[in-house]
C-alpha cells in the first residue's frame, strides 16, 4: 500500500503560481508513472501532468507551458508547480501514482483561482 498526502492549495489570483507537494509513503514499491490530475465542479476527473520512470512529462494542452511536474530524487513525492494561474485552473487537485498497474490516490487539494 502507498499512501499519498497533498499540499499547497490554496486561494491564488489569476495570473499568480502555486506549488503542490504530494508525499507518498507506505510499503516501498516501485513506481512507475506519477501524476496529477484535478476535478471541476460538475466535470469528470482529468489528467493534468504525468512523470513516467524515465522522467519523460506529459501535460493536459491546456496547461502546457504553464504547468511543471517533477519529482525528488528519491521518487517518494511529487511536484506540480503552476503558473499564470487562470479561472478555469480551479478544481481540486489530486495526487496519483501507480506501482504494478495498481493506482493510488491522494485526498485532493483544492486550488481556487480569483480574477
Known amino acids: 500500500q502507498v499512501q499519498l498526502v497533498e499540499s499547497g492549495g490554496g486561494l491564488v489570483q489569476a495570473g499568480g503560481s502555486l506549488r503542490l507537494s504530494c508525499a507518498a509513503s507506505?510499503?516501498?514499491?516501485?513506481?512507475?508513472?506519477m501524476a496529477w490530475y484535478r476535478q471541476a465542479p460538475g466535470k469528470q476527473r482529468e489528467m493534468v501532468a504525468t512523470?513516467?520512470?524515465?522522467?519523460?512529462?506529459n501535460y493536459a494542452g491546456s496547461v502546457k507551458g504553464r504547468f511543471n511536474i517533477s519529482t525528488n530524487k528519491a521518487r517518494n513525492a511529487v511536484y506540480l508547480e503552476m503558473n499564470n494561474l487562470i479561472p478555469e485552473d480551479k478544481a481540486v487537485y489530486y495526487c496519483?501514482?501507480?506501482?504494478?498497474?495498481?493506482?493510488?490516490w491522494g485526498q485532493g487539494t483544492q486550488v481556487t483561482v480569483s480574477l
Open positions: 512523470l513516467s520512470i524515465d522522467r519523460s512529462s
Open positions: 507506505g510499503n516501498r514499491l516501485p513506481i512507475y508513472l
Open positions: 496519483n501514482v501507480r506501482s504494478h498497474s495498481v493506482d493510488y
